[in-house]
């Protein structure tokens, strides 16, 4: 992960609208984001195994102000038609954005588990990264704390454990 900020959003969407959201997302939203200064890049994962059409989006940020800065609220709050068309059609979203407070390992890995936690974990954040990042077949751990301020979310999550599993790509 390159940065010390992030934006992670999770969304599910039905079964018929996933081409057009597919289009909307690497033709227009994504590449809006990353132009914006201190985006960094944009992964997206889907959710394997499951009925849902769930999807995990992940934006690497310069520094944890980025989400609440001007250039990114503007952006916000003047989405394009495609975006008015795309965004009601989500369900159970959740934005967050904040800090990564704890990393260890390498690469970015095929494969990513993300853990929405409620509270700040009691737990080691260093410890726990190195730990999973000394796992056979994962690639890095990240432990991110996202800032209520700079939070839309409905489900009020603080804190996201993130691991890059996989083969280590540098």
């Not at 999770?10 to 590449?31: C, Q």
């Not at 800090?99 to 726990?128: F, K, N, Y």
């Given at each position: 992960?390159?940065?010390?900020?992030?934006?992670?959003?999770?969304?599910?969407?039905?079964?018929?609208?996933?081409?057009?959201?597919?289009?909307?997302?690497?033709?227009?939203?994504?590449?809006?984001?990353?132009?914006?200064?201190?985006?960094?890049?944009?992964?997206?994962?889907?959710?394997?195994?499951?009925?849902?059409?769930?999807?995990?989006?992940?934006?690497?940020?310069?520094?944890p102000d980025i989400v609440?800065?001007?250039?990114?609220?503007?952006?916000?709050?003047?989405?394009?038609?495609?975006?008015?068309?795309?965004?009601?059609?989500?369900?159970?979203?959740?934005?967050?954005?904040?800090?990564?407070?704890?990393?260890?390992?390498?690469?970015?890995?095929?494969?990513?588990?993300?853990?929405?936690?409620?509270?700040?974990?009691?737990?080691?954040?260093?410890?726990?990264?190195?730990?999973?990042?000394?796992?056979?077949?994962?690639?890095?751990?990240?432990?991110?704390?996202?800032?209520?301020?700079?939070?839309?979310?409905?489900?009020?999550?603080?804190?996201?454990?993130?691991?890059?599993?996989?083969?280590?790509?540098?």
């Open positions: 992960m390159r940065g010390s900020g992030f934006l992670a959003i999770w969304s599910d969407l039905p079964p018929e609208d996933e081409t057009d959201w597919a289009h909307w997302m690497t033709r227009e939203h994504s590449i809006e984001r990353v132009k914006i200064e201190g985006f960094l890049l944009c992964r997206i994962f889907r959710a394997l195994d499951t009925a849902v059409n769930r999807y995990f989006i992940l934006y690497d940020l310069e520094k609440g800065g001007a250039e990114y609220l503007r952006r916000l709050d003047a989405p394009t038609p495609w975006s008015q068309r795309i965004m009601p059609r989500l369900r159970n979203f959740a934005r967050g954005g904040g800090r990564v407070i704890a990393s260890a390992g390498i690469g970015q890995g095929g494969l990513m588990a993300t853990v929405r936690l409620d509270t700040r974990p009691e737990w080691e954040a260093d410890a726990l990264c190195r730990e999973l990042a000394g796992t056979d077949r994962v690639a890095a751990a990240r432990v991110m704390v996202s800032d209520a301020a700079k939070r839309a979310t409905r489900s009020g999550a603080t804190s996201i454990l993130r691991l890059a599993l996989g083969r280590t790509s540098l």
